[in-house]
C-alpha cells in the first residue's frame, strides 16, 4: 500500500464519520437544554452536511469513487453519546456530559483531517489538502466554541446540582440523627425511672425480713 493509497482509505473512514454525525447531532440538539448548546449542535449538523460535499469534492479530486469505509471510531463515540442520553440527569449535568461527548467528536476528527492534510501536502496534493483543511479548521473552531459554551455557565451549574445534593443528603441524615438521638435519650430515662421504681419497692420487702429476724 502507498501512503496515496492509505490516504484514500482515511478519507472514506471520515466520509462515513461525517454521515453518522448527520444522524446523531439532531438527537443531540433535542437532548440539549442550553440555548447555546442546542444551537451549537444545529449550527454543526449544517456545517457537517457541508463537510460530506467537500469530502465528495476530494473523491473527485483523486479520481477516485465516493465510497464509504465504516469508521468503528466514530460509531463508538456516538453509542456512547446514546447511552449518556438515557441516564437520568440534571438539566445542566446532561448538557455538561453532552459537551464531553461532543469533544470526544472534534477530537477524532481534529486528529483524523490533520493526518489527511500532513499526507496530502506532503504528495504535492494541493487542492486535496487545501479542502481538507478548511474543514480541519472548521473542526478547530467547533471544539472552542464548545469549550466556550462549557466555561461560561453550563459546567458550573452542574457543579452546583452536585453540591447541592450533597447538601441535601447532608441535612437529611442530620435530621435523622438528631431523632435517633431523642428516642435513645428517652429509653434511657425510662430505664432510670424503672429502676428507682425497682429500687423503692424492694425496701418493704427488706424491712419486712429484719422484722422476722429479730
Known amino acids: 500500500m502507498t501512503l496515496q493509497e492509505l490516504l484514500v482509505e482515511e478519507i472514506k473512514d471520515l466520509y462515513h464519520a461525517e454521515k453518522q454525525l448527520i444522524k446523531a447531532l439532531p438527537k443531540m440538539a433535542k437532548a440539549a437544554t442550553h440555548e447555546d ?13 457541508e463537510q460530506v460535499t467537500r469530502l465528495e469534492e476530494v473523491f473527485a479530486a483523486l479520481d477516485e469513487k465516493v465510497k464509504a469505509k465504516t469508521c468503528e471510531g466514530m ?34 476528527e481534529i486528529g483524523s483531517y490533520g493526518t489527511c492534510v500532513a499526507w496530502a501536502r506532503l504528495l504535492g496534493l494541493t487542492e ?36 447541592e445534593e450533597n447538601e441535601d443528603e447532608e441535612e ?6 438528631s431523632s435517633s438521638g431523642r428516642t435513645m435519650s428517652r429509653a434511657s430515662g425510662n430505664g432510670r425511672g424503672n429502676r428507682r421504681q425497682s429500687s423503692t419497692t424492694n425496701r418493704p420487702r427488706a424491712k419486712a425480713a429484719d422484722r422476722r429476724k429479730r
Do not use: C, P, W
Open 128 to 163: 486535496v489538502a487545501n479542502l481538507l483543511d478548511q474543514t480541519l479548521e472548521e473542526e478547530k473552531a467547533a471544539d472552542e466554541k464548545l469549550s466556550a459554551i462549557a466555561e461560561s455557565e453550563i459546567n458550573q451549574a452542574a457543579a452546583n446540582e452536585g453540591r
Open 172 to 177: 437529611e441524615t442530620e435530621r435523622g440523627g
Open 37 to 49: 448548546l442546542r444551537e451549537a449542535f444545529e449550527s454543526h449538523l449544517e456545517e457537517t452536511r
Open 75 to 108: 460509531a463508538g463515540i456516538i453509542e456512547e453519546g446514546n447511552q449518556l442520553m438515557q441516564e437520568d440527569a440534571e438539566a445542566s449535568v446532561m448538557d455538561a456530559g453532552l459537551i464531553a461527548a461532543a469533544q470526544r467528536v472534534e477530537h477524532y
